[in-house]
């Protein structure tokens, strides 16, 4: 049996029909056609498809998409305002924090919700919040370096 699921997603009212035992991850994807929502692990352990849910960063893997009836749903397709994106890209590419760019989503969005809570992080902050996102490409002295001088960047804003 199916279940309609609405949802606000990057402050848009959407609703999908999804199986009751269809991760969030799969129903973002397939369902709302948010592709930049990445399965890396499926196991919660690399962060590649890290949502804020209902301003919680969250493994989207880990979380049923019947679940996300009634919530906020932010995902990296939601940064950018229009065609200007948002200080993390801007830097991310800057940096040339991105290869593959598997991982590029969950660590925006890691970011997003650091910066949200804290806007002057130190490296070791930085380091600390962005631990549940796994690299197998860049490293991530790059993709730190992106970070901060995002956090800079909107500082001066």
Partial sequence: MSVM???KINGDDI???CQPDETLLD???DRAGLTGVKEGCGTGDC???SIMLDGALVCSCLVLGAEA?????ETVEGMANGD???PLQQQFLQHAALQCGICTPGFLIA??????KNPDPSEEQVRYALAGNLCRCTGYDKIVRAVLAA???MRKA
């Fill in 5 to 7: 699921v609405r949802s």
């Fill in 15 to 17: 609703e999908f029909v």
């Fill in 27 to 29: 129903a973002l994807r």
């Fill in 47 to 49: 962060g590649a498809c």
């Fill in 69 to 73: 009836e009634g919530r906020s749903i």
């Fill in 84 to 86: 200007q994106l948002h």
């Fill in 111 to 116: 970011a997003k919700a650091l910066l949200d």
């Fill in 151 to 153: 956090a800079k960047q």
